[in-house]
């Protein structure tokens, strides 16, 4: 039986090289704890997805492709069939460019609830 090994990262229509280590936290309805007397009850909440993945600087590549603002799709794309897809994810910080490791850059997205589907 195969397991989650290879995920891929798909930015604005632009497939992105990433390390192995990629995450996502996959958005939706949470579940809060609410205490009151003896009892224990639950309080529901929106948790957006969160999607985290390295990359590389190569020769002869824009910074700008990887980093913008504005929203987007995003896809990613598991080796086990999964695809989670975000239309309206958006990077949240402005990433650091790693020299003498091969110029790595953390990418960190978050959107809403992805829509999931199987190859």
Do not use: H
């Amino acid at each position: 039986m195969q397991t989650l090994g290879i995920v891929d990262i798909v930015w604005r229509g632009r497939n992105i090289p990433v390390e192995k280590g990629a995450k996502i936290k996959v958005g939706g309805i949470k579940n809060n704890v609410v205490n009151y007397g003896n009892k224990a009850a639950r309080a529901q909440e929106f948790e957006p997805s969160e999607v985290t993945a390295t990359t590389n600087l190569e020769r002869g590549q824009r910074f700008g492709n990887l980093w913008g603002p504005g929203e987007g799709e995003l896809q990613v794309l598991c080796d086990t069939g999964q695809t989670f897809v975000i239309g309206d994810a958006f990077l949240t910080d402005r990433p650091d460019v790693t020299g003498g490791e091969g110029g790595k850059i953390e990418l960190k997205w978050a959107g809403s609830a992805p829509e999931e589907v199987l190859a």
